[in-house]
């Protein structure tokens, strides 16, 4: 256990603030501050290019950023990978190795495969079976539940429904707001109408900026263009 998953019950605030990031002519983030703290689900939503997983690989450490600042309860923690439990990252893109078995990526990462899997009984039979020869929706849904099981304060989620099958996802969503209980999430899907229902606070990047949203959040969503009317 490390110093940040070994206390549960005590607060933990994850922000990040400073980030600004250029490419090019385009301004992608400028000057984000971003808040999470364990117990919460927060969703960051935005339109397609908006700099969302941008925005996660460097709060993870991932993208490098000058003046880039992470912090957990006040202290500095850059990159934030290198702190042992503080928080891990699922990329857009596949995290495991196809040629890893699930059994084995779930011993690397601490997680005990039957638990995490346990409300997904379809999976039991594909326990011996490595990460590239799980279907695609499949795939992406273990790699999920091992990074939301793993015991870490926080966990970062880009895309965690994408190929999900709808039942599947509604399961995924149910296991995440249990788990909050341990660990702050920090969530970016477009699958918004799940989404939106598990979050205590929802994001939004728009045009650089993070927006954070109160009161009727489709209606903001709507005005802002990521929602049709
Ligand atoms: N290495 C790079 N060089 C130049 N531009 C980049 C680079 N990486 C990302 N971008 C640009 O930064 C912007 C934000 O990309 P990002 O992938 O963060 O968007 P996103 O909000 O996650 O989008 P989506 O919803 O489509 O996944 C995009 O316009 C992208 O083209």
């Known amino acids: 256990m490390s110093q940040y998953f070994d206390n549960q019950a005590k607060l933990q605030v994850l922000e990040a603030d400073g980030i600004r990031i250029v490419f090019g002519e385009r301004q992608v983030l400028g000057n984000i501050y971003l808040r999470v703290q364990t117990g919460q689900i927060v969703g960051l939503l935005g339109r397609n290019g908006s ?16 003046d880039a600042s992470v912090r957990v309860d006040g202290r500095r923690v850059v ?19 196809p040629s890893l078995s699930l059994a084995r990526s779930a011993r690397m990462l601490g997680v005990d495969l039957e638990k995490a899997t346990a409300r997904f009984p379809e999976l039991r039979s594909q326990f011996g079976l490595r990460i590239g020869e799980l279907s695609g929706g499949s795939a992406r849904l273990v790699q999920a539940l091992l990074l939301l099981h793993q015991p870490t304060a926080f966990s970062l989620f880009d895309e965690p429904f994408s190929g999900v099958m ?12 249990r788990l909050k209980s341990r660990k702050g999430l920090l969530i970016t899907d477009h699958r918004y109408a799940e989404v939106l229902p598990i979050c205590d606070v929802v994001y939004l990047l728009h045009q650089g900026r993070l927006l954070r949203l109160d009161g009727d959040v489709r209606e903001q969503l709507r005005d802002y263009g990521y929602l049709a009317n």
């Open 51 to 66: 700099g969302k997983s941008v925005l996660l690989q460097t709060i993870f450490g991932a993208r490098a950023v000058a």
């Open 79 to 97: 990159p934030a990978f290198r702190e042992p439990g503080l928080m891990n990252y699922l990329p857009q893109e596949p995290l495991l190795p």
């Open 166 to 177: 709808p039942v599947h996802v509604e399961t995924l969503a149910e296991e995440m707001q």
